[in-house]
């Protein structure tokens, strides 16, 4: 999307949340965005330093912060979501080091996928199988990039919302990078607790902003470490 066409699509944005939300909400939200932003500048520069290095390592592009208002994005959901950033390699390692057992029995689904960071991650693990779902199109057609060229015949990239998509067969390790509001965690949630008992479904969130949401759906927390939760069904 050219610059144009991205201020249209945020003017849009905008008035659609200003027509849902009201106008006082849209301006705390808009005021919490520009101090969260303030707040931001030196975890940034960090974070660019090391996404170069892991794209230089791996090829790829995953890095960088993505502005959801910025992308076409044909979902209802829009709203909900957060904004795009990468997970961060040992954030993840120390994440995964929370499961035990024989991971090749599980499926690594990523709901909000991004670029596919996570994706690239999980590759290096013994998953039966690597899916990631992605709503936003510019961001799937990185992910999908980025696959193609890591050549990992286990891990595919689609292009779709996480309350919505097809849920894989099987034991599922669930992946959350903080992706969504409380509303879609909910909904996630209760999708994933409605599977059956039989199948062995694992909730990994890391940044768990609303973990509570899990809790109100059944989910029990089994293990955590830093910014990761490891959640099962009751
Ligand atoms: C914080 S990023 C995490 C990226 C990736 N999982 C990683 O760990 O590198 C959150 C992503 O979730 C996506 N997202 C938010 N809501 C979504 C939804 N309802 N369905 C699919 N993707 C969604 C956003 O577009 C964004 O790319």
Partial sequence: MGWLARGRHAARRLRLVVATEGLAETVRRLARRTRRDAGLGDYLAVKAARDAAFDARHDSDTGGVQRLYTLAIDSPNARHGIDHVASDPDVFAAALALLDGDLSRFHFLDLGSGKGRALLLA??????????????????????????????????????????????????????????????????????????????????????????ALAAEGWRVVAGAGEAVLFRRD
């Avoid at 890591?150 to 992706?179: C, E, I, K, S």
Wanted: glycine content about 4%; hydrophobic content about 45%.
């Fill in 123 to 212: 590759c290096d693990y013994p998953f039966r199988a690597v899916t990631g779902v992605e709503f936003a199109a510019e961001l799937h057609a990185t992910a999908t990039r980025n696959l193609a060229r890591r050549g990992d015949p286990r891990a595919t990239a689609l292009l779709g919302d996480a309350t919505a998509v097809a849920l894989p067969d099987g034991d599922l390790l669930v992946y959350l990078f903080n992706p969504f509001e409380a509303a879609i965690v909910r909904a996630v949630a209760r999708r994933l607790a409605a599977l059956p008992p039989e199948r062995d479904i694992r909730l990994l969130y890391v940044t768990p902003r609303h973990r509570d």
